[in-house]
């Protein structure tokens, strides 16, 4: 794309802080979308939005138009956003409905969406696809998965999870708005930022800082991003039953102490087994603050909202993570910069208690 477009690094760069931007104003539209559209409707729209945004991105890509990609992008950020929180209300729902954890399983999905997501690109890449068509192409997908998809979710998500149509808008903001002097959603948000950021930087320098940092050939540091997404599907795969027995406290204490030791491991290894354990406990470690933080910010008067409100500190770090440990890695080199990761992380197991189911009088 970017030699397509004829754009720096760091043009590049900008495009990808136009999909959080977009990420973070889709996540409050969300609770309009719920709203107004119930939950079949909101997730729907929310895949056809991204849909639609691919299609133009496919476009501009290939009319060498960096202001049309810049908006394609951001309304696929305002689509994956807008559709970050009317799915994990949906997921939540069914997981109080069933009685056991489940989003850590369905936001197993997200990893091995990634993983496709690679795939998919690789395999344009070798029958020389460009991004253009290749986007036009993933466009017709998500839309065909998501009109298949979307027949099997309720067309109403329970009244309990969105306020009654008789609320006025200026009261539904100010409950948002409210929702950022709630302490403990507010620490949940720090949760899901201290994963996040060790989740992006990961995607964002891991294989760079492999490369360059550690030596390691192209093959070796392509292979240590596999390891990590691979690592952190396979934790929220098996992380479900866990939960319920150790408790979303406990989980996330001892998934946030692993991914602290698999990043000073990375850090300092000098060998590339020790690396490879190292990134392996780094996926686990990332894996489970964000269905967890989901899960809890959705117990509560007004899931939507608390949802929206917590994921939106959360998305923070999709903003400040690839500039900050850029900008650190020209001072203290890369590999050092993942010293935020892991004090971020310390943060998340500071911030765990917030996790703690909500007492209410409900059945």
């Given at each position: 794309m970017r030699a397509q477009l004829g754009v720096s690094t760091g043009t590049l760069g900008v495009l990808l802080t136009c999909l959080t931007a977009g990420a973070i104003v889709g996540l409050s539209v969300a609770r309009w979308a719920l709203h107004r559209l119930g939950g079949r409707g909101a997730v729907l729209s929310s895949l056809l939005v991204i849909a639609g945004s691919l299609a133009l991105m496919g476009a501009g890509v290939s009319a060498h138009s960096v202001w049309l990609v810049a908006v394609g992008f951001t309304i696929v950020g305002l689509g994956i956003g807008s559709l970050d929180v009317s799915i994990n209300v949906e997921g939540a729902a069914a997981e109080r409905a069933?009685?056991?954890?489940?989003?850590?399983?369905?936001?197993?999905?997200?990893?091995?969406?990634?993983?496709?997501?690679?795939?998919?690109?690789?395999?344009?890449?070798?029958?020389?696809?460009?991004?253009?068509?290749?986007?036009?192409?993933?466009?017709?997908?998500?839309?065909?998965?998501?009109?298949?998809?979307?027949?099997?979710?309720?067309?109403?998500?329970?009244?309990?999870?969105?306020?009654?149509?008789?609320?006025?808008?200026?009261?539904?903001?100010?409950?948002?708005?409210?929702?950022?002097?709630d302490r403990r959603l507010v620490l949940i948000g720090l949760v899901l930022l201290g994963v996040e950021f060790g989740e992006g930087s990961a995607n964002n320098w891991l294989s760079l800082a492999a490369r360059q940092g550690q030596g390691q050939t192209a093959a070796v540091a392509a292979l240590f991003l596999t390891l990590f997404a691979i690592s952190e599907a396979s934790a929220r795969v098996a992380g479900g039953p866990l939960v319920d027995r150790l408790g979303r406290v406990r989980m996330l204490r001892c998934t946030a102490a692993l991914g602290i030791c698999g990043v000073a491991m990375f850090v300092i290894a000098h060998a590339t087994a020790i690396a490879a354990i190292g990134v392996v406990l780094w996926g686990v470690g990332v894996s489970m603050g964000f269905p967890l933080g989901l899960s809890a910010a959705a117990e509560g008067e007004d899931p939507a909202t608390q949802v929206s409100v917590a994921a939106s500190i959360g998305y923070q770090a999709g903003l400040i993570a690839p500039p900050v440990i850029g900008f650190l890695a020209e001072s203290v080199g890369l590999l050092s910069s993942f010293w935020l990761v892991a004090s971020l992380l310390l943060a998340a197991f500071a911030a765990a208690g917030s996790l703690r189911p909500v007492t209410t009088g409900a059945p």
């Open positions: 069933a009685g056991r954890t489940l989003l850590p399983l369905m936001h197993a999905g997200w990893s091995g969406g990634a993983a496709i997501g690679a795939g998919i690109g690789a395999a344009c890449a070798a029958a020389g696809l460009g991004p253009g068509i290749q986007f036009l192409l993933l466009a017709a997908l998500v839309a065909g998965v998501g009109l298949l998809i979307a027949r099997d979710i309720p067309a109403q998500i329970p009244e309990d999870d969105v306020p009654a149509e008789t609320v006025p808008r200026r009261l539904r903001l100010r409950r948002w708005l409210q929702g950022w002097n």
